[in-house]
């Protein structure tokens, strides 16, 4: 089957794209698609809008859902469906792939978390029967991460993404991979992501490594992060940069700034966090992001293109 690029695909022409379509179609786009996490739980930035419909209106190619809970989904302001049909309706509301965060998480570590925003939920571990139930609802991509604080390892990522890839890997885009240390004692810096974790990743059935972009973390450079990605794109994978320290709210000069040092180190997608205010990043910035990795033109067709295409 002969695909187009992500960035020239319409809503209809996703839904007739497997797994390794999507993949293909990446990568065609060569460094110019855009990934938007937002958070469904919490007020959205719009009121009776969700933000995954906001950060689509922005321009967004993959609408990544942190927070999400698979066994008791939420997302605020969306139209009241059957649970297992919340996914679904993101996708029919806005066209758009779909993805959630599945978190390996340390209980111990993460009961520093009891009580606030991040708190663990059953129902967003990684597992194999989580990862199938977000399968099952139509989840395009699943991403082993973990959130501030609670306790995701490179080890752990590694151990729940062989089981995830046994489970569903024929039918859900994988990335694995950290943006901060998530709370893990000598996983910080240069050591979030090293070429050995890149390897273990890529052997335990990666399809995406996930990677901090360039001047979010400290000791993470362009010259760094390009040699991962030269291993990723040598193994036939994608890589996938990622802004997960808060600074989706910083100015759209320093937006753009890490957008380009992303495209110089080789994303195949770039990743804007979710709490430039709590819920997603600042609206300017996303526009700011999408137009410095792809111009006016393919930022305005995004935005302007029909659901009903």
Known sequence: MKVKRLLDCSPSELTGYGKQELLASIAGSEGRVLACETIGITPPLLVDVTNAEYAASLSADILLLNMFDVRQPVVQALPPVPASETVREIKRLTGRLVGINLEPTNAELAKENDGTLWQMKEGRLANAENARL???????????????????SNEAIAKTLREISAEVGDRVMLAAGKMHASGVAGECGEHIMTESDVECFLDAGADIILLPAPGTVPGITVAYLHGLIAKIHGSGKLALTSIGTSQEGADTATIRQIALWCKMAGADIHHIGDTGVPGMALPQNILAYSIAIRGERHTYHRMAQSVNR
Do not use: H
């Open 134 to 152: 977000a399968a099952d609802m139509g989840v395009d991509l699943i991403v082993l991460t973990g959130n501030p604080g609670n306790g995701v």
